[in-house]
Every structure is written in structure tokens, then in C-alpha cells.
Nanobody, 135 residues
């Protein structure tokens, strides 16, 4: 059964860093765009970043721009998200999601944020991992 599992969340002080993992089973992430989403208490879930199937293109929403790194480790069928200089407003449940985009219509230089983070296009979703940024 296709499945995504996020891990690596926890309690971090402002200014700290975390590395989140998105591990796939039942399918291979090769060929899929990976999106990262988060949902803060009382707010709608929002997309914050994506990485292309090749790993060449990485796009970030303004709220996390400059504080994020993403990379693929294909041998482990896993995508990693590293966040630095964390802020209290980063507190949220973080989700990864995978979408097959052979035409590269998502997470490209030409696609818009609305296109990149339209949740309905993503085939598989993880259960989420909690990130809390607080002193």
C-alpha cells in the first residue's frame, strides 16, 4: 500500500533547526514532485515548499524563504527538509505529499504557487509531524 511517513519534528527554541524526513513505502519517489505543507493551530493548511522529481528545482514560499533546504536520498526512498532559524510562527503540523508530474507542470520555474500547492493534485500524503518552536 503506498504510504508516506514524516518524522523529525519536536520542540525547538527560536533560532534553532530541524531536519524532517519524508519516507515512502509501496512506491518510489523517483518521478514524483514532493510538496511540504503545514497547518498551524486555527489556520488552514498551506503549502510551503516543493522539490521537483529530479531534485533540481526547489521552490519556497515567502514565509520560509532562505531558511530551508531540501534534498532527495533515492537509495532510502526519502526526501529531507531542513529548516533553520525557526520562528514561533513556524509552529505547525508538517506534512509531505507526492504527485506524479511527468510534464513538470508543478514545481517548475513557470508554475505559480497556486499550481504548486493545490492539494487536490497530490496522490499521497503523510500523517504529519508536529513542530513546536518555543522558548
Amino acid at each position: 500500500q503506498p504510504q508516506l511517513v514524516e518524522s523529525g519534528g519536536g520542540l525547538v527554541q527560536p533560532g534553532g533547526s530541524l531536519r524532517l524526513s519524508c519516507a515512502a513505502s509501496g512506491f518510489t519517489l523517483d518521478g514524483y514532485v514532493i510538496g511540504w505543507f503545514r497547518q498551524a493551530p486555527g489556520k488552514e493548511r498551506e503549502g510551503i515548499a516543493c522539490i521537483s522529481s529530479t531534485g533540481i528545482m526547489i521552490k519556497e514560499r515567502d514565509s520560509v524563504k532562505g531558511r530551508l533546504a531540501m534534498y532527495r536520498e533515492n537509495a532510502k526512498n526519502t526526501v529531507y527538509l531542513e529548516m533553520t532559524r525557526l520562528k514561533p510562527e513556524d509552529t505547525a503540523i508538517y506534512y509531505c505529499a507526492a504527485v506524479w508530474k511527468p510534464r513538470t507542470g508543478t514545481c517548475t520555474v513557470l508554475s505559480t504557487e497556486d499550481q504548486d500547492f493545490h492539494e487536490g493534485q497530490y496522490h499521497y500524503w503523510g500523517q504529519g509531524t508536529q513542530v513546536t518552536v518555543s522558548s
